[in-house]
Protein backbone atom coordinates (compact mmCIF):
# COMPACT_ATOMS: atom_id res chain seq x y z
CA UNK A 1 0.00 0.00 0.00
CA UNK A 2 1.11 3.61 -1.03
CA UNK A 3 0.37 6.67 0.84
CA UNK A 4 1.78 8.51 -2.35
CA UNK A 5 -1.96 8.99 -3.79
CA UNK A 6 -3.84 11.78 -5.12
CA UNK A 7 -5.80 11.56 -2.28
CA UNK A 8 -3.02 11.99 0.06
CA UNK A 9 -1.19 15.22 -1.78
CA UNK A 10 -2.14 18.61 -0.71
CA UNK A 11 -2.79 20.38 -3.93
CA UNK A 12 -0.98 23.43 -2.37
CA UNK A 13 -0.89 24.78 -6.12
CA UNK A 14 -4.82 25.30 -5.71
CA UNK A 15 -4.96 27.10 -2.54
CA UNK A 16 -5.28 30.71 -2.99
CA UNK A 17 -4.35 32.93 0.54
CA UNK A 18 -5.73 36.56 -0.71
CA UNK A 19 -9.09 35.20 -1.75
CA UNK A 20 -9.55 33.21 1.44
CA UNK A 21 -8.57 35.75 3.90
CA UNK A 22 -5.33 33.98 5.29
CA UNK A 23 -2.77 35.93 6.78
CA UNK A 24 0.34 34.36 7.59
CA UNK A 25 2.00 35.28 10.63
CA UNK A 26 5.71 35.75 10.80
CA UNK A 27 8.22 32.85 11.30
CA UNK A 28 10.00 34.39 14.14
CA UNK A 29 7.46 35.37 16.90
CA UNK A 30 8.44 36.61 19.94
CA UNK A 31 6.84 34.72 22.69
CA UNK A 32 4.26 36.68 24.91
CA UNK A 33 6.44 36.01 27.93
CA UNK A 34 9.34 37.53 26.68
CA UNK A 35 7.52 40.29 24.81
CA UNK A 36 6.53 41.86 28.96
CA UNK A 37 10.59 41.75 29.74
CA UNK A 38 12.88 41.86 26.78
CA UNK A 39 15.84 41.49 29.14
CA UNK A 40 14.39 37.72 30.00
CA UNK A 41 15.49 36.11 26.63
CA UNK A 42 19.04 37.56 27.29
CA UNK A 43 19.00 35.64 30.49
CA UNK A 44 17.91 32.69 29.67
CA UNK A 45 20.43 32.56 26.76
CA UNK A 46 23.26 33.57 28.95
CA UNK A 47 21.83 30.75 31.31
CA UNK A 48 21.93 28.09 28.73
CA UNK A 49 25.92 29.35 28.07
CA UNK A 50 26.99 29.30 31.27
CA UNK A 51 25.77 25.44 31.65
CA UNK A 52 27.04 24.76 28.31
CA UNK A 53 30.73 25.97 29.02
CA UNK A 54 31.11 25.18 32.81
CA UNK A 55 34.18 22.87 33.91
CA UNK A 56 36.11 21.48 36.54
CA UNK A 57 38.62 23.75 36.68
CA UNK A 58 41.85 21.27 39.42
CA UNK A 59 42.44 23.47 42.40
CA UNK A 60 40.15 26.32 41.62
CA UNK A 61 37.06 24.70 41.84
CA UNK A 62 33.69 22.94 39.86
CA UNK A 63 32.01 25.37 37.90
CA UNK A 64 29.64 22.44 36.30
CA UNK A 65 25.64 23.87 36.55
CA UNK A 66 23.67 20.79 37.02
CA UNK A 67 20.28 21.16 35.33
CA UNK A 68 18.53 21.50 38.56
CA UNK A 69 20.60 24.39 39.77
CA UNK A 70 19.78 25.70 35.82
CA UNK A 71 16.24 25.18 36.67
CA UNK A 72 15.87 26.90 39.71
CA UNK A 73 17.79 29.78 37.87
CA UNK A 74 14.63 30.19 35.30
CA UNK A 75 12.39 29.92 38.09
CA UNK A 76 14.27 33.17 39.40
CA UNK A 77 14.16 34.66 36.59
CA UNK A 78 10.96 33.87 35.56
CA UNK A 79 9.41 35.13 38.99
CA UNK A 80 10.73 39.02 38.21
CA UNK A 81 7.36 41.34 37.38
CA UNK A 82 9.69 44.30 35.87
CA UNK A 83 9.84 44.90 32.32
CA UNK A 84 12.57 47.76 32.30
CA UNK A 85 15.51 46.23 33.61
CA UNK A 86 19.32 45.94 32.06
CA UNK A 87 20.35 42.55 30.99
CA UNK A 88 22.05 40.87 33.18
CA UNK A 89 25.59 39.21 33.67
CA UNK A 90 25.62 35.78 34.36
CA UNK A 91 28.35 33.79 35.36
CA UNK A 92 29.45 30.09 36.86
CA UNK A 93 30.20 30.22 40.50
CA UNK A 94 32.72 27.19 42.13
CA UNK A 95 30.33 24.45 43.73
CA UNK A 96 28.06 24.34 40.37
CA UNK A 97 26.11 27.86 41.44
CA UNK A 98 25.40 30.77 39.29
CA UNK A 99 25.86 34.13 40.19
CA UNK A 100 23.04 36.87 38.35
CA UNK A 101 23.72 40.69 38.29
CA UNK A 102 22.08 43.44 37.28
CA UNK A 103 24.11 46.84 37.16
CA UNK A 104 22.80 50.71 37.31
CA UNK A 105 25.67 52.83 37.89
CA UNK A 106 27.04 52.40 41.49
CA UNK A 107 24.06 50.07 42.22
CA UNK A 108 23.90 46.03 41.77
CA UNK A 109 21.44 42.89 42.30
CA UNK A 110 23.26 39.87 43.20
CA UNK A 111 21.53 36.82 42.98
CA UNK A 112 22.95 33.62 43.70
CA UNK A 113 22.10 30.46 43.26
CA UNK A 114 23.46 26.80 44.60
CA UNK A 115 22.11 23.55 44.14
CA UNK A 116 20.68 22.01 47.25
CA UNK A 117 21.09 25.07 49.21
CA UNK A 118 18.73 27.91 48.14
CA UNK A 119 18.87 31.62 46.83
CA UNK A 120 20.93 34.20 47.68
CA UNK A 121 20.13 37.49 47.12
CA UNK A 122 21.87 40.84 48.00
CA UNK A 123 21.51 44.60 47.11
CA UNK A 124 24.16 46.62 46.71
CA UNK A 125 26.00 50.01 46.27
CA UNK A 126 29.76 50.58 45.53
CA UNK A 127 29.83 47.06 46.19
CA UNK A 128 28.87 46.73 49.84
CA UNK A 129 25.46 44.95 50.86
CA UNK A 130 22.67 47.32 51.77
CA UNK A 131 20.45 44.63 52.43
CA UNK A 132 20.53 40.76 52.01
CA UNK A 133 18.38 37.59 52.55
CA UNK A 134 18.07 34.14 51.48
CA UNK A 135 15.05 33.04 49.58
CA UNK A 136 12.57 29.94 49.92
CA UNK A 137 11.20 27.51 46.76
CA UNK A 138 7.80 29.81 47.56
CA UNK A 139 10.09 33.51 48.16
CA UNK A 140 11.25 34.29 44.87
CA UNK A 141 8.92 37.31 44.44
CA UNK A 142 10.76 38.67 47.42
CA UNK A 143 13.57 39.29 44.63
CA UNK A 144 11.24 42.14 43.03
CA UNK A 145 11.82 44.29 46.47
CA UNK A 146 15.48 44.46 45.96
CA UNK A 147 14.76 45.21 42.28
CA UNK A 148 11.98 48.12 43.26
CA UNK A 149 14.57 50.50 44.72
CA UNK A 150 17.14 49.45 41.79
CA UNK A 151 14.76 49.98 39.19
CA UNK A 152 13.23 53.35 40.30
Known amino acids: MSLITPEACAYLDRIKLDSEGFKPKAVLQTSE ?31 RVSDDT ?25 GGGIQITWVNGVEAVEVNVFPGEGVGVARLIDDVPTKAMELGAAEYERLNEFLADFVG
Not at 70 to 80: D, P, T, Y
Not at 81 to 91: E, T, W
Open 33 to 63: VIDKRPWLACAFAALLKVQRYGRFEPGIGDF
Open 70 to 94: LNMAGRVLGSIKYRHLPNPSLSALP
